[in-house]
């Protein structure tokens, strides 16, 4: 029964983690996407 809280408790950890890397992501892929957009010509 131990083991598999222990279990539990390292896939909790890593879906953690992981959900830390995406949302350090996701700002940056944003700006990417802005970035690599088609550009209007700028008219006065």
Known sequence: MMGVQNDTHIIY????????????????????ELAEAPQAPYTT
């Open 13 to 32: 950890g890593v879906l953690g983690r992981q959900e830390d890397r995406l949302d350090r992501i996701k700002p940056r892929l944003e700006l990417r």
